[in-house]
């Protein structure tokens, strides 16, 4: 494989066959110039991406050290999640960490106002968030909050290959959120963050919203219903206040069946926390 663009030290572009890829590697570039042989033992990854020139403009304009650190977030992610990310990664992620760190060292600092219900709905990509802050913490000295790491966990998550749009991502978090202040408005109680109640409360609303538009699903059916209604009228009228406002505010209507499920978390809840 020849080289046929020097990225940085670490990541050049590469003729393989017909087809240009980016070879990325400790030291890769050292030495090298356009058209030279590259040391294969020295590429930890090798991708086709479609961006090469975003990528090139990107590392024109950050410092190395950034890139690098991006690469090992990169890395630790799609072991810890056991999974590849989309090649975009590699230009989302840098461009965030970069911009990240400049934040800090100049004392701003982001509120993540998801963050409670990041933390519960990507778990794991979370837990790569927070091995970020503290690796980059370790590299550079820059200590970062744990909004940060929710951050990073969106990025991640949205880069999975079922991962879907940041944007619809962040709105669905956004939507989960609203529901949930509206539970705890109507019940009128203080939910401790790491209850296993709550937990499964915010992952039910977050299937609630993935599968709104299903309408063949049908595992309640009337009479489940009818009894859920009579037997829990407290919380299923907590449920139908939810239902209106998410109706009013974001425009999606939930199905009946929904409401029962949403009822049952919501007792549950009430009665976990009595």
């Not at 929710?150 to 939507?175: N, S, V």
Request: hydrophobic content about 40%.
């Amino acid at each position: 494989m020849k080289i046929t663009k020097i990225l940085n030290n670490n990541a050049v572009v590469v003729k393989d066959g017909n087809v240009e890829k980016v070879a990325i590697g400790p030291g890769v570039a050292f030495q090298k110039r356009k058209n030279d042989i590259v040391n294969v033992h020295k590429i930890e990854k090798l991708f086709v991406m479609e961006e090469n020139d975003k990528l090139q403009q990107l590392l024109n304009r950050i410092p190395e050290e950034y890139f690098i650190i991006s690469e090992e977030i990169i890395s630790y992610a799609e072991q810890h999640i056991g999974t590849k990310l989309n090649e975009h990664i590699h230009i989302v992620l840098t461009d965030h960490i970069s911009f990240a760190i400049e934040r800090e060292r100049e004392g701003i600092h982001l509120r993540n106002k998801l963050l409670n219900e990041i933390k519960i709905l990507y778990k794991r990509e979370f837990e790569v968030g927070q091995w970020a802050i503290k690796h980059i913490k370790e590299q550079l000295g820059i200590e970062m909050q744990e909004d940060e790491a929710a951050y990073i966990a969106l990025h991640i998550h949205t880069m999975k290959p079922t991962g879907g749009d940041l944007q619809e991502t962040i709105r669905q978090t956004k939507i989960i959120k609203d529901m949930v202040q509206t539970i705890k408005k109507h019940v009128n109680i203080v939910v401790e963050e790491d209850d296993l109640a709550y937990h499964r409360l915010i992952t039910h609303l977050r299937f609630t919203l993935t599968r709104v538009d299903e309408y063949d699903i049908r595992t309640l059916d009337e009479e489940m219903i009818e009894m859920i209604k009579k037997k829990f009228p407290f919380s299923f009228q907590c449920a139908s206040s939810v239902a209106r406002e998410v109706l009013l505010v974001h425009g999606i209507s939930l199905p009946q069946q929904e409401l029962g499920y949403i009822t049952l978390h919501i007792e549950r809840l009430r009665k976990q926390l009595d």
